[in-house]
């Protein structure tokens, strides 16, 4: 009788991938995890990724118009360099969030880190628009990485007691990376060059490897992955899709209406797609095991109403972000000048988030939705109507960046507390997304604008029509919209 028995069956290649040491997370130093005060040191490290985050977002906006005469392209070719990237995070961000619990959150952040530097090296080296844009959406897979997993990063290394000082800090590295953008971004246009907007991020991305691998702590305790969080449902590749096709396709036929070169035709058919897709995605959601836009949460009024105030928010914030180099330029102020009148919008917007609290002490989250999207608008409003200019930028984008930095943090603690406990994951996903879309959109409705009408009289037409927004994220932060209160 034989005694042969079948030999083992190969390891797959995602389990050979898994075991590899390019995949494994490797424990702190000694020194550092027996330090009392070593999640502080983790909580640095991921405020590397929020910075380099908005930075590279806010100084993308300010080299839009170095980059149509660069290359000799218009504008509505040229922002594709910032909506590919805006693309590519929101088709990756719930993917990757799934593939970090099965990987690794630590190994994921820091092949972030890794991506996102070496696609910031090969953009600046960039010899055409083609491989520019490439580049940023090779980006944006690094961008991903790190942002699936930043707020994953601060729960799993900082004490409950510490939990809203951390998120509070990682809120304000976020903002000085938004406000340091434009300013940055105008310096190295005027004085070295447009390249230097992506080389910027190198050392960054480098200095956020070398902490990440020594300050963070291991999601994994033996520093391997576990198997079962790979089997929690079917992921929702299909919806994923056709997300990413409909906001590809409305994003294209936004293009085609600002000078892109395309067929009347095509143009028309891009509108029919994206209708077609969202649809489909609606349809699609019902019945998906693990949706990426859960039916339920969306229905209910409160999570409804603040997911849209959200996409409102975040266009209103990076609307003006890239009208204003195209307005001040038209009225001839220096591009360098330029970047430092920009940056007071982001700036009041920083530390408004992050002192909005004490600055309304008594106040619910919704009155200060309802006032900080007042103000947004108020001065959106007063900046359509006042010639145009230094003068009039520098009075009112404080007063705007105030408005939103009130609304957007406020708007974000009502949904999340909207949202039950077991749905948190698929909500912080839905959140990130319209976050995503409504920069993409405030991308694209000022090259519209300007196109349509001109720097002067295009911009004042963007300008109202964001100011009705704002009347309209006041209104959808009301009670009768449904917001919970608190």
């Not at 070593?38 to 991921?46: D, F, I, N």
């Not at 089997?231 to 209406?257: H, K, N, P, V, Y």
């Not at 928010?313 to 195209?326: D, K």
Request: contains cysteine.
């Amino acid at each position: 009788m034989s005694t042969d028995r079948p030999a083992p069956a190969a390891p797959s290649l995602g389990t050979r991938l898994l075991d590899s040491r390019l995949l494994a997370e490797h424990p702190r130093p000694r020194g550092v995890a027996g330090w009392r005060h070593a999640h502080w040191l983790a909580v640095g490290t991921v405020c590397l990724g929020a910075f380099l985050g908005q930075l590279t977002a806010s100084i993308t906006a300010l080299v839009l118009p170095a980059l149509s005469h660069r290359f000799g392209a218009g504008l509505a070719t040229v922002e594709w360099v910032a909506l590919a990237y805006l693309l590519v995070l929101v088709a990756l961000l719930a993917p990757i969030g799934r593939l970090s619990d099965l990987v690794g959150r630590k190994t994921m952040y820091l092949w972030g880190f890794a991506v996102f530097a070496l696609a910031s090296l090969g953009a600046g080296f960039a010899g055409s628009l083609g491989v520019l844009i490439a580049c940023r959406a090779v980006q944006a897979v690094g961008g991903a990485m790190m942002q699936a997993n930043s707020v994953a990063l601060v729960a799993r290394g900082v004490p409950g007691r510490a939990m809203c000082g951390a998120l509070g800090i990682q809120a304000a590295a976020q903002g000085l990376g938004l406000a340091l953008g434009p300013t940055l971004g105008g310096l190295l246009v005027q004085h070295a060059s447009w390249r230097w907007a992506f080389w910027i991020n190198v050392p960054i991305g480098v200095l956020g490897i070398l902490a990440g691998w020594f300050l963070l702590p291991r999601t994994h305790p033996e520093g391997r992955p576990d198997a079962p969080a790979a089997r929690e449902g079917r992921f929702d590749l299909a919806g994923l899709l056709l997300l990413a096709g409909a906001s590809a396709a409305l994003l294209l036929a936004l293009s085609a209406a600002s000078g892109l070169p395309l067929p009347g035709w095509a143009a028309a058919a891009l509108v029919l797609t994206a209708g077609v897709l969202a649809v489909a995605l609606a349809r699609q959601e019902q019945r998906a095991d693990r949706p990426i836009i859960a039916p339920g949460l969306v229905a209910t009024p409160g999570i409804r109403a603040g997911l849209a105030v959200a996409l409102l928010g975040y266009l209103l914030l990076f609307c003006p972000l890239v009208l204003g180099p195209m307005t001040l330029a038209e009225a001839g102020v220096p591009v360098a000048r330029a970047g430092l009148v920009i940056t007071l919008l982001p700036a009041a917007f920083a530390l408004a988030a992050t002192v909005g609290g004490r600055l309304m002490p008594h106040r619910s989250d919704s009155t200060r939705c309802r006032r900080g999207a007042g103000t947004a608008g108020a001065g959106l409003a007063l900046l359509a109507l006042l010639p145009p200019g230094e003068v009039s930028s520098v009075l009112l984008l404080p007063v705007i960046g105030y408005g939103l930095g009130l609304l957007l943090p406020a708007n974000n603690a009502l949904v999340m507390r909207a949202i039950p406990a077991r749905s948190s994951a698929v909500g912080g996903g839905m959140v990130n997304m319209v976050r995503s879309l409504g920069t993409a959109l405030g991308t694209a409705l000022p090259v519209l604008g300007v196109h349509l009408a001109g720097p002067v009289s295009g911009g004042r037409l963007v300008l109202l029509v964001l100011a009705l927004l704002a009347l309209t994220a006041v209104v959808l932060s009301g009670p009768g919209a449904g917001v919970r209160r608190t």
